[in-house]
């Protein structure tokens, strides 16, 4: 493939400027239709980005329907390219505020809790061991105080993955990491820092209680942890938007 050097940037920017690049050899046929795409390796090493990096870029090509991954064989261009109708899309400027981030968490709650409970009974070996990957992942950046959002994100798509579903899949990759809502803390203090690092590992706990469950195959825990996970975050943004306002919402 040709030489292409990304920037360093954040990780949602480096999954989107890749996505870009993959996007551009498809169109132009480098990459032609039914080709095998390199492996995870091979994409890692020529645009100096993370596994997690890669597979979300991947996640998003799945869902705009570019490519299709066969399990156990590779990731493939599809054969032709889907045609230009109108899907469910949330974009960015439909999460500029609380009350539509906490609508989007209501969405997943109802979604995400069933992928975890059927993840718990379908999952493989291998997509466990790639949920413990992913967490450790988020573990390591939280500890380098970042904010971890591709990992986190990665993390609830390999449960998808486990269900064994495809709508699953492509519903949570449609949404993209523009999902995982973040706590901003403007100063960078060693306070601030401390804060957010603090509130991550909290958040990751739960993740930790989610992969317990699936790993346990126990489906009514892993149904039970992924609420409880969601419903925390929708709740720190209900008593977000109280203080705000300065009087209570209704549920």
């Known amino acids: 493939m040709t030489e292409l050097t990304l920037p360093r940037r954040r990780s949602r920017t480096l999954a989107q400027e890749l996505v870009a690049a993959l996007e551009q050899r498809i169109q132009d046929g480098r990459l032609a239709p039914g080709e095998k795409l390199p492996t995870e390796a091979a994409v890692m090493a020529e645009y100096g980005v993370s596994r997690t990096v890669v597979r979300e870029a991947i996640s998003r090509l799945q869902a705009a329907g570019l490519v299709s991954t066969r399990h156990g064989v590779g990731t493939f261009v599809s054969e032709a390219p889907p045609p230009d109708e109108p899907g469910f899309r949330i974009r960015p400027n439909q999460l500029g505020t609380l009350q539509e981030v906490i609508a989007l968490l209501e969405l997943r709650i109802g979604i995400e809790t069933e992928a975890?409970?059927?993840?718990?009974?379908?999952?493989?070996?291998?997509?466990?061991?790639?949920?413990?990957?992913?967490?450790?992942?988020?573990?390591?950046?939280?500890?380098?105080?970042?904010?971890?959002?591709?990992?986190?994100?990665?993390?609830?798509?390999?449960?998808?993955?486990?269900?064994?579903?495809?709508?699953?899949?492509?519903?949570?990759?449609?949404?993209?990491?523009?999902?995982?809502?973040?706590?901003?803390?403007?100063?960078?203090?060693?306070?601030?820092?401390?804060?957010?690092?603090?509130?991550?590992?909290?958040?990751?706990?739960?993740?930790?209680?989610?992969?317990?469950?699936?790993?346990?195959?126990?489906?009514?825990?892993?149904?039970?942890?992924?609420?409880?996970?969601?419903?925390?975050?929708?709740?720190?943004?209900?008593?977000?938007?109280?203080?705000?306002?300065?009087?209570?919402?209704?549920?």
């Not at 904010?147 to 798509?157: C, G």
């Not at 999902?179 to 991550?200: C, G, K, M, T, Y």
């Open 116 to 251: 975890a409970a059927l993840a718990a009974q379908r999952r493989t070996d291998e997509q466990l061991l790639a949920m413990r990957r992913v967490l450790d992942e988020l573990a390591d950046a939280i500890d380098h105080g970042e904010a971890a959002v591709a990992a986190d994100f990665q993390f609830h798509l390999e449960i998808a993955r486990a269900t064994h579903n495809a709508h699953y899949l492509r519903f949570m990759a449609t949404l993209g990491d523009q999902v995982i809502p973040r706590a901003r803390l403007d100063e960078e203090s060693p306070e601030a820092l401390a804060q957010r690092q603090a509130f991550l590992r909290r958040v990751n706990a739960e993740h930790e209680s989610i992969l317990d469950a699936i790993a346990a195959g126990d489906p009514e825990a892993a149904r039970a942890a992924m609420r409880t996970h969601l419903s925390n975050s929708r709740e720190r943004r209900r008593r977000t938007l109280v203080t705000l306002a300065g009087s209570p919402i209704r549920a």
